[in-house]
């Protein structure tokens, strides 16, 4: 129960704080994009550097720990793709791509960070990051891969590999991250001054994140296929961390906290990049949002029973 007190609600409670903020009139949907965009560019970016500059660089390339995330997220698009098959029979590359995306991409960054700083302490968010890095090359990498090949088919694998690499390499979420593991390969000192500046910006990513994102879901409509929103909520909750937690348990060997923290990870609701990269390509874009309302909303149960369950906090 200390899980549930001292850290799921801390976390939703900022979360709902966003949401009333919208409810109430306080803050509109300007403040919301205003709010984002400093998540996004100035407050997550630091963050990442900072912590993985600082991590031994054995640490950020754990490879149980990612072949354990990334492997769950592959179990359950398997599973996805049979959904598909036998229920929804989707039409088209690019319209499956974004439902199997928004069936494995966790939301690490928004509410992970935070999430794992709340439970673990600041040095404890190494693993939300990690996952980020990992998410955003494999998943959002291969699913705009999809999609330019859609969009653009006559374009040579050279074009195609150059527009995807454009895309990753504007994503701050992911280049902060790897210039941090850059440094810290080099064992580059930080300047005291730098690194004051950058925790001074890192500390206000976690509840800038978690009252963003819930000022964003305020306003956004559930729209689209009630059926598929539901068999999407339930490969994001149910399917993905069952699959996590068995590749953690029965073929991985890790610290437990590694392993507590991948099924945990693989757990978070569909992240909002999903609905960006829908908004980019102007696919899936209705189901995309639902889904994420939906499994955000629900993860308050399914995250909150799972971190009593793993007695984190």
């Not at 701050?172 to 500046?197: Q, T, W, Y």
């Not at 206000?204 to 929103?229: H, I, N, T, Y």
Request: charged fraction near 10%.
């Amino acid at each position: 129960m200390d899980a549930l007190v001292n850290v799921a609600f801390p976390v939703f409670a900022i979360v709902l704080s966003g949401y009333l903020s919208g409810r109430l009139g306080v803050l509109g949907g300007e403040s919301a994009a205003a709010l984002n965009r400093f998540v996004y560019y100035f407050a997550l970016p630091p963050l990442l550097f900072i912590f993985t500059a600082r991590a031994p660089i054995t640490e950020i390339l754990h490879w149980p720990f990612i072949f354990t995330f990334v492997g769950g997220s592959a179990l359950t698009l398997l599973v996805a793709l049979i959904v598909n098959h036998v229920f929804l029979r989707h039409r088209g590359l690019g319209e499956l791509s974004l439902f199997l995306l928004t069936a494995v991409f966790a939301n690490t960054a928004y509410m992970g960070i935070p999430l794992f700083a709340t439970a673990f302490g600041p040095e404890g968010t190494l693993p939300a990051i990690v996952a980020t890095l990992a998410a955003n090359t494999v998943l959002i990498g291969g699913a705009i891969a999809a999609l330019e090949t859609v969009q653009t088919p006559n374009a040579s694998i050279y074009r195609s590999v150059l527009n995807v690499g454009r895309t990753l390499v504007r994503n701050p979420l992911l280049i902060a991250p790897v210039m941090g593991a850059l440094v810290s390969l080099l064992a580059l000192p930080i300047p005291k001054p730098v690194g004051n500046f950058l925790d001074l910006m890192a500390a206000a990513a976690g509840p800038a994140a978690l009252f963003a994102l819930g000022l964003s879901l305020f306003g956004r409509k559930l729209l689209g296929d009630v059926v598929e929103v539901a068999w999407l909520t339930a490969l994001k909750l149910l399917v993905h961390p069952i699959m996590t937690y068995l590749l953690a348990t029965y073929v991985f060997v890790m610290e437990p906290v590694w392993a507590k923290s991948a099924v945990i990870l693989s757990a978070l609701p569909a992240g909002a990049l999903v609905f960006v990269v829908a908004q980019q390509y102007d696919v899936y874009v209705q189901r995309a949002s639902s889904a994420i309302v939906v499994t955000t909303a629900l993860s308050v149960l399914t995250i909150s029973l799972l971190l009593i369950w793993m007695q984190v906090g």
